[in-house]
Structure formats: C-alpha cells, structure tokens
Nanobody, 119 residues
Framework: QVQLVESGGGLVQPGGSLRLSCAAS????????MGWYRQAPGKQRELVAV???????NYGDSMKGRFTISRDNAKNTVYLQMNSLRPEDTALYYC?????????????WGQGTQVTVSS
C-alpha cells in the first residue's frame, strides 16, 4: 500500500512562514507529479502548487511569489515553503501525488495538515 503523510502545519501570525512536508511510502516504483491543494471551510479544494519529477512547477494565482514547492526524489518527499502568510491562507492543506507501483499508476491523497494564520 502507498501512503502520503504530511507534516509541518500549525498556527502562525500574518506575515509569518511555515514549511510543509509530505513523504510518500510503500510499494513505490516511481512518482510523477506531486503537489499541494488546500480547502478552507465552506470553499472548494484549490490548487496550491504542483511539481513534476523533472522539477517543473505550477502555482495557484494567489500563491505566486509567496510559496515555493520543491521535492527530493530520493526521499519521495515534496515540500511547500510558505512565506508572507495571510489569514486567507488558513485551510487544510492536502498532499497529492501520481504514483506508479509495480503494477499500476494511481492518484493518492494525504490526510491533510491544518494551517491557521491568525494574530
């Protein structure tokens, strides 16, 4: 079985920073796109950032210039550095990845990590 486990969420003041991590484990052959999505109460889940195995990135519009996604392919881990955080960044942040096991390619979600931006 494949699992995605997020860490690094918490409470931060406006203007502060947080770094999220997501590690994939299990019967993994390779990982294509890894990324982060978020969902605030009463809102739809939205793209935060994604990164390919080759390092190409794409960001949601409100995250550009403030958030940076990166990955360590050797560790099957994706990171999200979040700077200049705003109250509207408060949400449950989910890790997502397209993973090849030795038999098939499937899409996986983590359980989510809460980010709260408040003074």
């Amino acid at each position: 079985q494949v699992q995605l486990v997020e860490s690094g969420g918490g409470l931060v003041q406006p203007g502060g920073s947080l770094r999220l991590s997501c590690a994939a484990s299990g019967n993994i052959f390779s990982i294509d796109i890894m990324g982060w999505y978020r969902q605030a109460p009463g809102k739809q889940r939205e793209l935060v950032a994604v990164i390919t195995s080759g390092g190409s990135t794409n960001y949601g519009d409100s995250m550009k210039g403030r958030f940076t996604i990166s990955r360590d392919n050797a560790k099957n881990t994706v990171y999200l550095q979040m700077n200049s955080l705003r109250p509207e960044d408060t949400a449950l942040y989910y890790c997502n990845a397209d993973i090849w096991t030795f038999s098939e390619r499937s899409n996986y979600w983590g359980q989510g990590t809460q980010v709260t931006v408040s003074s």
